[in-house]
């Protein structure tokens, strides 16, 4: 066997054992951190027990450890398998986790036991519109907004639904609620793209967008007027999709069909790269 050959099997078992140590060492810990918690509540009510348990899932939760976070509040609902508050967590953790249908399930059960917390909604808006089933989540974005008229989330998911689907007055009046209430750059600069978008330049200027995003509104403003001017705006990867339909309005397919294959073979499944398959097979 070559001598490199037993340097890469060396360093694959050094790299296993490392592995194996550091999880069987964290699993330790949570063990440990479980029994000391049933220890100390031994003498405690379920209420109080389940509250303990709620408060380090919480703990894993603000530090962006989702699987412990889960772990925790799994414990709190066998213990009390009909309490929203738990239901509303697991939620939360499992949107954060990318696992998208335990958190609607988890959140569909917290409002099922009689939560009423409008991060449910929230919650259901966001994973539903990730899943691109913008219908359902259009009804519990709005459900957010009947419930707190001025959260700027309900209000901007809603925009965002509404942008979406293309009901572009119906989005700039509803971000334009929420800039009244936080005046963001990133707002003003989607206000600004929905008005070109609906026709109203006169009031693009208004917004007076100064952020790095400025560079993304006057490549909009360029696409009818001036696609060369357009193509040097649109540098970010995100915006590989406009540089592409630029680019075709100059007749150039290939340079936007090389845009269109840098969006599909990226990993993650946004609605640019959804767009940029179907767009790709109308120019072969």
Request: charged residues 30%.
């Amino acid at each position: 066997m070559k001598k490199n050959n037993w340097k890469l099997i060396l360093l694959t078992h050094l790299l296993t054992y490392s592995l194996t140590h550091f999880l069987s060492a964290d699993m330790e810990k949570i063990a440990e951190e479980k029994a000391a918690i049933r220890y100390t509540t031994t003498a405690k009510s379920k209420k109080k027990k389940v509250e303990l348990y709620i408060s380090k899932g919480d703990e894993y939760l603000l530090c962006g450890e989702y699987s412990y976070a889960i772990d925790y509040y799994d414990e709190a609902r066998t213990l009390k398998k009909k309490n929203p508050k738990v239901y509303l967590r697991l939620g939360e953790a499992y949107r954060l986790a990318d696992m998208k249908d335990e958190a609607i399930e988890s959140y569909d059960k917290a409002l099922k036991y009689g939560s009423k917390d409008i991060r449910n909604f929230l919650g259901l808006g966001i994973v539903y519109k990730s899943k691109y089933l913008y219908e359902k989540a259009e009804e519990f974005y709005k459900k957010a907004v009947e419930l707190e008229r001025n959260d700027t989330l309900a209000l901007t998911g809603l925009a965002d639904i509404y942008s979406e689907q293309g009901k572009y007055p119906q989005a700039i009046e509803l971000y334009e609620k929420a800039l009244s209430i936080n005046p963001t750059d990133e707002i003003k600069l989607k206000l600004a793209m929905l008005n070109y978008l609906d026709g109203n330049e006169n009031e693009i200027q208004k917004y007076n967008v100064i952020s790095e995003y400025s560079t993304i509104l006057n490549g909009y403003l360029e696409l009818e007027k001036n696609p060369n001017n357009a193509i040097s705006y649109f540098i970010s990867a995100d915006e590989y999709f406009l540089r592409a339909v630029a680019y075709l309005k100059k007749k150039d397919v290939l340079n936007a069909k090389k845009c269109l294959n840098l969006i599909i073979s990226g990993k993650e499944d946004t609605l640019s790269k959804k767009l940029a398959i179907v767009l790709r097979k109308h120019i072969q």
